[in-house]
Antibody, heavy 118, light 107 residues
Framework: EVQLVESGGGLVKPGGSLRLSCAAS????????MNWVRQAPGKGLEWVSS????????YYADSVKGRFTISRDNAKNSLYLQMNSLRAEDTAVYYC???????????WGQGTLVTVSS | SSELTQVPAVSVALGQTVEITCQGD??????ASWYQQKPGQAPLLVIY???NRPSGIPDRFTGSSSGNTASLTITGARADDEADYYC??????????FGGGTKVTVL
């Protein structure tokens, strides 16, 4: 069974930091590019960052560039998002998601809530 | 511009057909994907590379494209098709973008 399980969310004050983790199982994690996608309460989906299978290519949305860092450890089947200088507008459910493969298979976690508030 | 524009909401009678559109300059050059999201759930890919369906997605979901507009058509809408639908693509710098989403109500 394919699983992506996010952890590390919670309540943090503006200017604070959090590190999200995503543990993958049931598929060949090291073969997939991975993404973080977020969704603010009652709002739409927003792509945050992506990383290629070997970490050679990394991209960020303008809204998080310079504050967030994506990384992965293929040996541990894990994806990470280091979030610094957090702002109220970063409040959202953060999803870990794979890119889709040639057959249209993609995998999503259930999300972890990050709340930035004083 | 890397924006994708969707109509916020549409409604469709049970068993009828509805088309959801997504407009953006990047669609002239890059594929569109479509995600279905129901309340409290993670998004589900229903169309990738503009017109392909992942296994398990019913054939009542079809994707198409013309110029800078991609479309998702639901033929014979069912009650459980009621959801938010998001288009998705990428730009020339490999940044990804989602449309604002379309809420589909099945009457």
């Amino acid at each position: 069974e394919v699983q992506l399980v996010e952890s590390g969310g919670g309540l943090v004050k503006p200017g604070g930091s959090l590190r999200l983790s995503c543990a993958a199982s049931g598929f060949t994690f090291s073969s997939y590019s991975m993404n973080w996608v977020r969704q603010a309460p009652g709002k739409g989906l927003e792509w945050v960052s992506s990383i290629s299978s070997s970490s050679s290519y990394i991209y960020y949305a303008d809204s998080v560039k310079g504050r967030f860092t994506i990384s992965r450890d293929n040996a541990k089947n894990s994806l990470y998002l280091q979030m610094n200088s957090l702002r109220a507008e970063d409040t959202a459910v953060y999803y870990c998601a794979s890119a889709y493969d040639s057959s249209g298979n993609d995998y999503w976690g259930q999300g972890t809530l990050v709340t930035v508030s004083s | 511009s890397s924006e994708l524009t969707q109509v916020p909401a549409v409604s469709v009678a049970l068993g009828q057909t509805v088309e959801i559109t997504c407009q953006g300059d990047i669609l002239d050059n890059y594929y569109a994907s479509w995600y279905q999201q129901k309340p409290g759930q993670a998004p589900l890919l229903v169309i990738y590379e503009t017109r392909n369906r992942p296994s398990g997605i019913p054939d009542r979901f079809t994707g198409s494209s013309s110029g800078n507009t991609a479309s998702l058509t639901i033929t014979g809408a069912r009650a459980d098709d009621e959801a938010d639908y998001y288009c998705h693509s990428r730009d020339s710098s490999a940044k990804q973008v989602f449309g604002g989403g379309t809420k589909v109500t099945v009457l």
